[in-house]
């Protein structure tokens, strides 16, 4: 009786350990066979940047343009653009003249009104009329032409015609009423009033070429091509701008800059940067600039001074060629110095095998006809959690492509495994 009972004992605890076995161990057998458990990916496009994101300033070889008088001036040029020298940029009005404005408006206004309450009787000028308005339209439209083609000699030329043509028109349609005592009288007082304006008014004339700015801040003989070599982050870090205004309702006062000549096409940006940060920045060395303030990227700067390192910074100056005009009416602009970019086929580091970035080598596991398949990737870029990986170069063969499974975590996956 003993016997049967040690043997029934036996036997429930070969049971217990058999049914522990095939809990324990078939989810394992399941998962290494089926793959179920194993994280699985495609590979997708992506980009991998190293860049350092700063403020900068602008340095420009500027030229100031000074007001003679207090008053308001009225730009001829748009901020940002393109003059010759030479060139009327804007007109400068001093008080007295400001003060008489709405009157010469009033009285032209009611000239106007005077000259229309007579087009009834005028049809027998509108023939004349007619050719005068379709030549003004010709040369309206050639005035655009020339300004989209940048000829600003030829548009001063095309603006004097079409004046000449609309005092022509004037002229007709006042014909009728020059005899009108109100309207001489009128006419004579207008012309009087502008007399009075032209003598108080002063035609800003440019010395030399350059993008118009209407933005100052007093920085222009400070922040010099010349000063580069003299900046340090102290100076830099006392550099108060009031975030790039305008001149207030067109207001100038005597004796004070209202606004600039940019000259040349080449500018820098100026920055303070941790020493340790600014290693990969040596003189002479072309770099990639995008310009956050704007949108837009430029990739032919080059690194045109580095300074000595102060206090555990320096002073980097970077030479640029493009978006003169679009940064024309800024001082301070926030920028990304881009280190390196790589752009394709991208994958998490932890996804690759045996890497080796000194040699750009690496192995990733793709999942081909459910089968784990090993695939030696050349790593064109990474950082601490991303890499972009292509073909072997010279290899030949396309072992991996845009949408091909990978797998994520490939430890402990041996070669020919199946994965569902």
Known sequence: MEKVKRKDRKSKTNTFLVVMFLVLYLPSLWNWIYGTSISTDIIREGVIEDSINTDAYI?????QIISQFEGIYIPKAGEGDRVPANYEVATVLNQSAVKLLDDLEEKNKNLLKIQNENLDTLSIFNDDIEKIDKKINEKIAALVDQININNLDSCNGIKLQIDELTKKKITILGGNITNNAYYKQLKKERDQLQEQVDQNTK?????SPGIISYNVDNYESILTPESINKLTPELLNNIKINDNRMMNDNQVSAGKPFARIIKGNTYYLVVCLDYKFA????EGKRISVRFNDIGKTVDTAYIYYKSEEIDGKCIVAIKVDRYANETSA?????????KEYNEGLKVPLKSLKNVDLESGKAYIVMVEANCAVTREVAIKGSN?????????????KKYIGLYDTYVVNPINIEEGQIIN
Do not use: M, V
């Open 384 to 396: 601490n959690d991303f890499a972009i990986i292509d073909n072997p170069e010279g290899s030949g």
């Open 203 to 207: 035609e800003i004339i440019t010395k």
């Open 59 to 63: 340095i420009r070889d500027e030229e």
């Open 330 to 338: 800024l001082r301070k602009i926030n920028i990304d110095l881009i």
């Open 279 to 282: 290693e990969f920045l040596k």
